[in-house]
């Protein structure tokens, strides 16, 4: 009978893993409280909205979103409507019930915010972003070799708000040594 069981258990695994895969969503309330004859959703399956708080069957808690809009919030009466990528903006992933679009931009344009949601030049190497989302050549002293990012100077900077290392006192003898390098004549 325990191995029947744990067979039943692998097929239900199986099962679940594929409608995963397939990017199918778990319908109604997936943690819920009993309440009296009923039952009130504390989480949705993700992907799904609330329908209400409490009912007796707690798959009628919870629907999945409709298609065009998403949730990342356990509990919520509604699902946020999906980025639509515009303008200088393309599709990078399409909206799922759970994640919203990602957009990214066109040739010779970058993301100009984590979010991307806007796009700016992309600054070519030997050049840098500005403030005003334009690019300019690297200032006399600098360089960039990379697409899009900051010109740094040629040199490693000066650390100058360190502070110079501590002087050692003397330990020890040095006198024969000090005398020697005063006696050394220069060559
Ligand atoms: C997004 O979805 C549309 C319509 O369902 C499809 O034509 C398109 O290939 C998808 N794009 C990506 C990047 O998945
Ligand atoms: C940078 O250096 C070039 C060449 O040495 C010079 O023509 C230019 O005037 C300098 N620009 C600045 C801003 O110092
Ligand atoms: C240091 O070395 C000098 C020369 O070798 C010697 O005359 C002197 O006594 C030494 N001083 C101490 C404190 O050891």
Sequence with gaps: ADGSMDLIAWLVVLFLSIQCSVGQVNTGCLKWTQKGSNVCCD???PGNHLVKDCGPDPRELCK???PGRYTVKPKEYSCVTCTQCVGAQVLIKNCTATTDTKCGCKEGLTCGNAQCSFCVEECAKGFEPTADRS???CPNGTFNDKVHQKCKPWR???KTSTK???IRPPTG??????GQRTATPES
């Design 156 to 158: 490693k900077k000066k």
């Design 173 to 178: 003898n040095f006198s024969c040594i000090s």
């Design 135 to 137: 690019c300019r050549k």
């Design 164 to 166: 110079p290392p501590p």
């Design 43 to 45: 989480i949705c399956h």
């Design 64 to 66: 999945p979103c409709q």
